[in-house]
């Protein structure tokens, strides 16, 4: 986020390239954009095989659940299960308030693209570059992609590396070990070459399809937030910036008008946020506690094999993902709150007297934070992922200290 005035501003487009091309990877525009009908095509054939893929898989761990004597006495397969259980309920639940909401996802994007700045001076006015993606969100993002792939394709390459160190030691009598991602026997046989390489196929598919949503729900709510904070920020250096005069009573009140209309506009707005994501918040906070307690019992009990370093690192990106949207929850709440401040420090005692008592009412109804919340319950901030991290703490604490005994 280079600060430098030489530096061209972002556009509108530049903020939601980031969510838009990850829905678009899966066969999803949210914005309908013109395209060949090749493409068009194309895109829609990937989203029915991801959907197709993901239900399947989602129908055969369910059969297995149901099925509990090939869990019963394997408490590595049990915590494997409930680990891909709650990761589901989670992507899920983000599938279905995506395409339930992404007419209202669409709406609020437009809203926000009216209103951004048009041209280059109002773009460096607003500042709009520091409000663009932070590099560590932007490696966040990379980071999770790149640990699902290698939580998918990590079975694939122990398989390879197992049977080419058995070639290297017992020769013509190396087995391919045949490992999968998911633990759950399919309805075929996935011990061929085959029917192995068709399971890694709708493994892929199914889980960039359900990964997609998990994190790229997040992401488009980040953008949406990230827009508002822009505004919340420029309204904040509108006000501590402003300088009033005596002669120019009039002047200052409509300014103090234009300030309040669009206040309220981006209160609105935010509203419209918290409508649309915050019954997915709600669930987010709960599924993501519970994956994160999952997937550290689970690398515990594998220990520091491919399969566990993976799962570590899965852990790692799970919390990630957790961070960044809290993230996002705390800076709206720090820009929101800085208004009364950023109205205190201007040179309000240059206004008239009916400029002051303006400015003083404003404080006063600014001075509430505009908040993140899961449906009313929690406080998306800072202080809940440090909550989070400590239950999760606690349970890994508490279970190594379980097996030492």
């Not at 209103?115 to 109002?122: A, F, G, H, K, T």
């Not at 998918?152 to 087995?175: D, I, M, W």
């Not at 566990?308 to 690192?313: A, T, W």
Request: aromatic share 16%; charged share 15%; proline share 3%.
């Amino acid at each position: 986020m280079s600060q430098t005035k030489q530096q061209s501003q972002r556009s509108y487009e530049d903020f939601i390239f980031i969510p838009s091309m990850m829905f678009k990877s899966i066969g999803y525009d949210l914005f309908n954009v013109p395209k060949p009908l090749w493409q068009n095509l194309l895109m829609r054939a990937y989203f029915l095989i991801g959907l197709a893929s993901h239900y399947y898989i989602i129908y055969y761990m369910m059969l297995r659940i149901i099925q509990w004597d090939t869990l019963s006495g394997d408490p590595v397969t049990i915590m494997r299960y409930a680990e891909i259980f709650f990761l589901t309920i989670n992507s899920e639940i983000k599938i279905c308030t995506f395409i339930y909401y992404h007419n209202r996802i669409r709406e609020l994007s437009n809203k926000l693209r009216i209103i951004y700045p048009r041209n280059e001076s109002e773009r460096r006015i607003y500042n709009v570059n520091i409000y663009y993606w932070p590099r560590i969100i932007r490696y966040g993002v990379c980071y999770f992609c790149l640990v699902v792939l290698l939580v998918v394709f990590g079975p694939f390459l122990q398989s390879t590396c197992l049977y080419l160190y058995q070639r290297h030691t017992v020769g013509n009598e190396a087995k391919f070990p045949y490992l999968r991602a998911y633990p759950m026997q399919l309805s075929f046989d996935s011990s061929s070459p085959l029917n192995y390489v068709l399971s890694q196929i709708l493994e892929f598919t199914s889980s960039h399809f359900y990964m997609t949503f998990n994190i790229g729900t997040d992401v488009w709510m980040m953008c949406l937030s990230g827009q508002i904070c822009m505004h919340f920020g420029h309204l904040g250096h509108q006000l501590a910036n402003y300088h009033p005069s005596r002669e120019r009573s009039i002047e200052d009140c409509e300014f103090l008008v234009s300030v309040v209309r669009k206040h309220h506009h981006v209160l609105s707005l935010h509203k419209e946020l918290n409508d649309i994501f915050g019954m997915l918040l709600a669930y987010n906070l709960f599924t993501t506690a519970s994956t994160l307690c999952c997937v550290a019992f689970y690398t515990i009990l594998r220990g520091l094999t491919l399969y566990g370093i993976s799962f570590l690192s899965y852990f790692i990106s799970c919390a990630s993902q957790f961070y960044m949207v809290c993230y996002y929850g705390q800076l709206l709440i720090n820009l929101s709150e800085a208004l009364p401040q950023a109205a205190y420090t201007q040179n309000w005692y240059d206004g008239s007297p009916t400029y002051r008592k303006h400015l003083l009412f404003i404080m006063s109804t600014t001075g509430k934070p505009a908040v993140l919340t899961a449906k009313g319950v929690i406080n998306i901030s800072l202080d809940t992922f440090k909550n989070m991290m400590n239950i999760t703490y606690r349970f890994f604490a508490i279970i190594r200290r379980v097996l030492d005994d």
